[in-house]
């Protein structure tokens, strides 16, 4: 029986296996869920939009008050060495940041550290992606939307309650009844023929923001305030995120969006999309 092959991680100066990375207990990461991370993978092996998951980055330890003590390019060099130790054919990454130690342990130290992992690329059901998924909303305000942050305690609850109602993700709704963003991705909307998505509290995402690129031209775009009621009358809706790509929506909170099935609109998306993918994995564009 073939074994699979062991992660290999980077933790804070050294490559060390998976099953030997650890933390010291006063790092705030552990005690307060304090710091910052990124998470992508790669198509052809090769990191997908690195440089903007990494700006992105710097700008979530700023929100949060973390001065990176590493450059763009060093961090950037690591991911690529990790990636090189593991010789995964594709991979999911990685990179944290965490609080570093605290003597009183809350407040930061001033000494964080940096952890890149990878690991197998996971890959999820074809059914997503062929018959649609449904999610669901749930009341939630955001604390620092625009910083991605190791707190997830109210996404875990959330996708949690999402899965035992047969949903694969949980939509946050504002108290004013406007649609913010999944727990785990960006969500996006067909309404009369316009893709609609909005703007206001969500963490900026790199796929979303791709898409947006990539549909320019292809499609009347408009990013507004998108009211729940509105989500749930749109014809087509679907999520995006680094790890999940491009998922068609058919219901919402047990409505169901247009035909139950995924949309036409959507499908194009969905191919524009993989076509940039393998066009990176080739070496035809970055």
């Known amino acids: 029986m073939k074994q699979k092959r062991k992660s290999i991680y980077y933790v804070d100066g050294d490559f060390v296996p998976a099953s030997r990375a650890a933390l010291p207990l006063d790092d705030l990461a552990i005690l307060r869920g304090f710091g910052v991370f990124e998470f992508l993978r790669t198509y052809g092996g090769k990191p997908f939009h690195l440089a903007e998951h990494l700006k992105r ?12 003590p590493w450059s763009g390019r060093e961090i950037a060099r690591i991911v690529e060495s990790t990636l090189r130790r593991n010789r995964f054919p594709e991979a999911n990454i990685r990179v944290i940041v965490t609080g570093g130690a605290s003597e009183d342990f809350i407040t930061p130290g001033g000494s964080p550290r940096l952890i890149v992992t990878a ?11 062929s018959r649609g998924v449904k999610v669901i909303t749930v009341t939630a305000e955001p604390y620092i939307p625009e910083a991605k942050t190791l707190n997830y305690l109210a996404a875990v609850i959330a996708v949690r309650r999402a899965h035992a109602r047969g949903a694969v993700e949980a939509i946050s709704v504002d108290q004013e009844g406007m649609v913010l963003e999944g727990k785990t991705t960006n969500i996006f909307a067909f309404i009369e023929g316009t893709l609609v998505t909005t703007a206001r509290k969500i963490l900026p995402g790199v796929t979303r923001q791709l898409v947006l690129a990539l549909v320019r031209g292809v499609f009347p775009v408009e990013i507004r305030a998108l009211p729940r009621a509105d989500l749930l009358r749109a014809e087509e809706v679907f999520i995006t995120a ?10 919402v909170d047990g409505r169901v969006i247009g035909k139950g099935v995924p949309g036409p609109r959507t499908r194009r998306v969905m191919g524009i999309f993989a076509e940039e993918t393998e066009r990176f994995a080739r070496g035809t564009t970055g």
């Open 57 to 68: 980055l710097r700008r979530s330890a700023a929100l949060i008050g973390i001065r990176l």
């Open 119 to 129: 690991v197998p690329l996971i890959r999820y059901p074809a059914r997503w992606y």
């Open 242 to 251: 680094t790890n999940k790509g491009i998922v068609p929506v058919v219901r």
